[in-house]
Nanobody, 122 residues
Framework: VQLQASGGGLVQPGGSLRLSCAAS????????MAWYRQAPGKQRELVAA???????NYADSVKGRFTISRDNAKNTAFLQMNSLKPEDTAVYYC?????????????????WGQGTLVTVSS
């Protein structure tokens, strides 16, 4: 499975961005996709995850501001990020797991995209 992420950039606090992650290759129908992020000097952390059945899981820090969704026909996941804060600044990675769970752990994600930088700054 190959993952291609896009949509990062520079945005002012309070602004919005939408990330996309397109998966290609040998994709089983039951799977999970997620967005992780990693800020300088910090560990990679889960932002949001979604199964092919639509079950979702969010980090507490983004609940109510971010929405994960997917288009199964196009094997693409999205992350709509609203009310962005400077602390959301990080490299965002999309990930794919054959594990069918929105609560899959980082180690369960077998495939990773290249990362896209999101910078929230005035």
């Amino acid at each position: 499975v190959q993952l291609q992420a896009s949509g990062g950039g520079l945005v002012q606090p309070g602004g919005s961005l939408r990330l996309s992650c397109a998966a290609s290759g040998s994709i089983i129908s039951r799977n999970s996709m997620a967005w992780y992020r990693q800020a300088p000097g910090k560990q990679r952390e889960l932002v949001a995850a979604i199964t092919s059945g639509g079950n979702t899981n969010y980090a507490d820090s983004v609940k109510g501001r971010f929405t994960i969704s997917r288009d199964n026909a196009k094997n693409t996941a999205f992350l709509q990020m609203n009310s962005l804060k400077p602390e959301d600044t990080a490299v965002y990675y999309c990930a794919f797991a054959t594990e069918y769970s929105a609560y899959a752990k980082l180690r369960d994600y077998e495939f990773w995209g290249q990362g896209t930088l999101v910078t929230v700054s005035s």
